[in-house]
């Protein structure tokens, strides 16, 4: 029994070590907590402002990356005043269909009140939850749920 | 044999209108299935030619559904033809009971048919070999058309028969059929037979549409649809293919159901970021708001007696089921276990709610009894979801979605049905991937 015991802490050193460099090779710049930091599925809507932000598993809270990127986006509305935008909510593929589509509307929604904010006029936004149908990337890694956990601010045409 | 001699006692203190010797207990996973030979009918050498129809060989076919429902049962086990050994036209009418029972088998099904005047008229028999006995003699008188349909009544009533149970095979399942890529997945409505036969697409997949489900008559199906990029809640007659919208909902509406009478649709309505519960009476149009709440209130299914509500909500956090009464009363949380519960759906019977687990990276559909005691869990999978029962409260049907490359590329999605006592696990046959399934009550009834 002690020699499992110690077998198992063993084991547990060497998996902790693979989890910690792998963490610190590929991981590391694409994601924070599991919220996407990369820029690789990011398009934008002018120089510099980036057309997207990234959630935490089943959270819609901003974090501070994200509210950088909406305060380009409103600077970038206010400069184009006849510009309307439509936010995408999207959620990863770990989740009931049901729940995720209410929770891509969350997402959606407190992007909008975030672009508010910043005197943004509600009209000139609206919002659609596509939960999780139209992923952006369509591997099931933990990686693509974390591109996929998004808002994306859309030009209407 | 000493078993065969009290379940026989049993019998006739319980059972006092029979004599059977036979019975199928369905309560538990049946490890030891019912060897039951199943005749082919015999067809009426004076039947006509129908278009389209193989009558020389109908009553053929019509056995080997039977066959093949009653395999799907897990509970029975249809014998090889090869071995039987009367013509079917003689067994039907009299079986040589110690002959049957030399290959083993318990029961037999015999029967025969003809066509006349462009009506098929079926009858079968179902023998009790223990007993030497008829225990049930019927016919049918229907278009030839109807020949599938009639395949399957005869399986439900001889299910009913033998186990005293409802049988669920005269139903149909409606689903999504799935195409293309995951980013760009083409979905159409689709509803087939129980046993995967006679497919129909409902919609054209011009619009993504999600999570249909039947009316208790099986006439309506409700469902969630993204038409002009507006995710709505529609209803869709079947019949007659005519579709509307439900309500006039200033945003999304989503996870319709029915409520047990069929009168109202019940569903989630999405307004800026909060997700509530809100019924529409189909006649009177009239909306009834019955959950308030800042957190996500979603998939929301009635008690067969109309008299309560389950649904998920993230209220405490992560999402666990909750029960209240259909006027949004007295809301309680059912599910206190490891793990992030969802799509709670009542069980006909009205005894058990089945949902959807999710825990530590696994998803599991399980039952529970409706105040969230004596959970169990039927199955574990990487991705799998949406539980509908058979009209019987028997079996569940859900979807699955399986990686099919090793790197997490590529995937496929399939309806697959298990009891509810774990047993019996069965990958359902589509035309092509399917998800969100729902179960019809019984056609015939």
């Known amino acids: ?157 | 044999m000493k078993k065969i001699a009290i379940s026989f006692i049993i019998f006739l203190i319980f059972n006092s209108y029979s004599f059977a010797l036979i019975k199928v207990d369905i309560t538990r996973g049946n490890l030891d299935p019912l060897p039951i030979a199943v005749s082919p009918l015999h067809v009426d050498d004076k039947s006509e030619n129908i278009k389209d129809l193989d009558v020389k060989n109908l009553g053929a076919s019509i056995s080997s559904i039977i066959e093949k429902n009653f395999k799907s049962t897990g509970l029975f086990n249809p014998l090889k033809k090869e071995a039987f050994v009367q013509k079917p036209d003689i067994a039907h009418l009299k079986p040589r009971f110690e002959d049957w029972r030399l290959i083993k088998a318990q029961a037999l099904v015999t029967g025969k048919l003809s066509i006349n005047e462009n009506k098929l008229k079926v009858e079968f028999r179902l023998w009790d070999l223990t007993a030497s006995k008829e225990m049930i003699a019927l016919s049918f008188t229907t278009t030839p058309s109807n020949w599938r349909r009639v395949a399957h009544i005869i399986s439900d009533k001889i299910y009913e028969r033998l186990t005293g149970e409802d049988g669920y095979f005269d139903t149909r399942i409606i689903y999504v059929a799935e195409s293309g890529p995951k980013d760009q997945r083409v979905k159409k409505l689709a509803i087939m037979d129980q046993d995967g036969s006679r497919t129909k697409y409902l919609t054209l997949g011009n619009e993504l549409v999600l999570t249909p489900r039947f009316n208790p008559s099986n006439q309506m199906v409700t469902y969630l649809s993204y038409f002009r990029n507006l995710p709505r809640v529609y209803l869709l007659d079947i019949e007659t293919g005519k579709q509307e919208v439900v309500g006039n909902f200033p945003g999304m509406t989503f996870a319709p159901r029915f409520s047990p009478d069929g009168k109202k649709i019940i569903m989630s309505f999405a307004k800026d970021g909060n997700s509530d519960i809100y019924t529409m009476d189909l006649e009177t149009r009239i909306v009834e708001r019955i959950t308030d709440h800042s957190s996500i209130d979603t998939s929301p299914s009635y008690s067969p007696d109309g008299k309560y509500i389950s649904f998920n909500s993230d209220r405490s956090g992560l999402q666990q089921i909750y029960v209240m009464k259909s006027d949004g009363s007295n809301v309680k949380r059912i599910t206190f276990g490891n793990g992030i519960y969802g799509t709670p759906v009542w069980s006909p019977r009205g005894d058990l709610i089945a949902f959807t687990k999710m825990r530590k990276g696994k998803f599991y559909i399980g039952v529970m009894r409706s105040d969230g005691s004596g959970e169990r869990l039927l199955t574990e999978n990487f991705y799998q979801e949406a539980p509908s029962w058979s009209p019987n409260g028997r079996v569940l049907v859900f979807y699955r979605e399986t990686k099919s490359g090793p790197d997490g590329k590529g995937f496929s999605a399939k309806l697959w049905s298990i009891d509810i006592t774990g047993y019996n696990e069965r990958k359902i046959q589509t035309e092509t991937d399917a998800s969100d399934p729902s179960w019809s009550s019984l056609l015939s009834k």
């Open chain 1, 1 to 157: 029994m002690k020699f499992n015991k110690n077998l198992k802490n063993v084991l547990l050193i060497i998996f902790a070590t693979l989890a910690l460099s792998a963490c610190s090779t590929a991981k590391k710049s694409q994601t924070s907590g599991d919220v996407y930091t990369g820029t690789d599925t990011v398009e934008y809507l002018a120089s510099g402002v980036k057309d997207r932000v990234f959630f935490a598993t089943n959270k819609s809270s901003l974090t501070s990356a994200s509210r950088e990127t909406l305060r380009k986006q409103a600077t970038f509305l206010r400069k184009n005043k006849k510009l309307n935008v439509t936010i995408e909510g999207h959620a990863d593929e770990r989740g009931t269909r049901e729940y995720n589509l209410a929770l891509g509307e969350r997402r959606a929604n407190a992007v909008k009140d975030y672009l508010m904010t910043y005197g943004i006029s509600g009209k000139r936004i609206s919002v659609i939850s596509y939960g999780k149908e139209r992923p952006v990337n369509s591997e099931s890694t933990p990686l693509a749920w974390s591109q996929n956990r998004r808002s994306v601010t859309v030009k209407v045409k």
